[in-house]
């Protein structure tokens, strides 16, 4: 069974320039959750999907950082436009939201590098 | 304010060695906690603990929850270089969201 996909796994681009990471979930998770970590903040929720409806959107940084959920098996987190401050491991997880459970499955990252 | 600490946040010690990782919260509406293991690459999936004082077990690792206290601990007996890695703590609040203290470096040494 494929664990959450993501792509691309390193990511190095020039300030200014948009960036568009991507996700697809695990077949039949209903939630899916971008996350950012860094070593100074550690891991911060960015943005959760359920049912590939945004849910909570409080973390997002400013309006350069935008996502999306066009459907169950795929999401987009994009930054337009990018500065060096961006620079982190993006993940993204999925979870099957059923009563009384509550984990919450990684997917690899995207180490982003912005010069 | 929501937080999770996690206490130390670093820590080394040898093979063989027991270690014990805490991890105290402060949020509204509590759920559950949950322990994540952190190696090179993505968090995996440890424990998910809801009721106070019982423990969950996976061979050489161990957790406990006490809610009235708000804390729980992760133990790791006869420690491996394996069980090097970043140990974190979330705790699931509200609705679906889960809030991760900031980690424990553990590395353990031959």
């Known amino acids: 069974d494929a664990g959450v996909i993501q792509s691309p796994r390193h990511e190095v681009t020039e300030m200014g320039q948009e960036v568009t990471l991507r996700c697809k979930p695990i077949?039949?998770?209903?939630?899916l959750f971008w996350y950012r970590q860094t070593m100074m903040r550690g891991l911060e929720l960015l943005i959760y999907?359920?049912?590939?409806?945004?849910?909570?959107d409080s973390g997002m940084p400013e309006d350069r950082f935008s996502a999306k959920m066009p459907n169950a098996s795929f999401s987009t987190l994009k930054i337009q436009p990018s500065e060096p401050r961006d620079s982190a491991v993006y993940f993204c997880?999925?979870?099957?939201?059923?009563?009384?459970?509550?984990?919450?499955?990684f997917g690899p990252g995207t180490r982003l590098t912005v010069t | 304010e929501d937080k999770v600490v996690q206490s130390p946040l670093s820590l080394v010690v040898h093979e063989g060695d027991t270690v014990t990782l805490n991890c105290s919260y402060e949020v509204t509406n509590f759920r559950s906690l949950l322990w994540y293991k952190q190696e090179k690459k993505a968090p995996t999936f440890l424990f998910m603990l809801?009721?106070?004082?019982i423990e969950k077990k996976s061979g050489r690792l161990s957790s406990i929850l006490d809610k009235k206290e708000l804390f729980s601990i992760l133990n790791i007996t006869a420690t491996q270089t394996g069980d090097s890695a970043i140990y974190l703590c979330a705790v699931a609040y509200n609705t679906d969201k889960l809030i991760f203290g900031t980690g424990t470096r553990l590395q353990v040494f031959p």
């Open positions: 077949s039949g998770h209903n939630s």
């Open positions: 997880a999925s979870s099957l939201r059923l009563a009384g459970t509550y984990e919450q499955y």
């Open positions: 999907f359920n049912n590939n409806v945004p849910i909570d």
């Open positions: 809801t009721s106070s004082g």
